[in-house]
């Protein structure tokens, strides 16, 4: 599983980052990215998903590999 970012829908709310802090992270300017190229470990799927849904800008989305 890979995850993204969509840097124009993100405003810097830093949810995902709270939820799931192995797979985000928060850039010099406080918005959101996705670590490691977006690759997200099993274990860390179930809360990866949890910061999908908690996102409120709806600006994370699952990349298909």
Not at 1 to 9: I, L
Not at 27 to 56: F, N
């Amino acid at each position: 599983m890979r995850v993204q970012v969509d840097a124009v829908k993100c405003v810097g709310n830093g949810t995902c980052y709270e939820v799931c802090p192995s797979v985000f992270a928060i850039d010099d300017w406080g918005y959101a990215y996705a670590e490691a190229d977006g690759q997200v470990l099993p274990d860390d799927e179930p809360t990866v998903r949890e910061a999908i849904q908690a996102c409120p800008e709806m600006a994370i989305s699952i990349v298909p590999d």
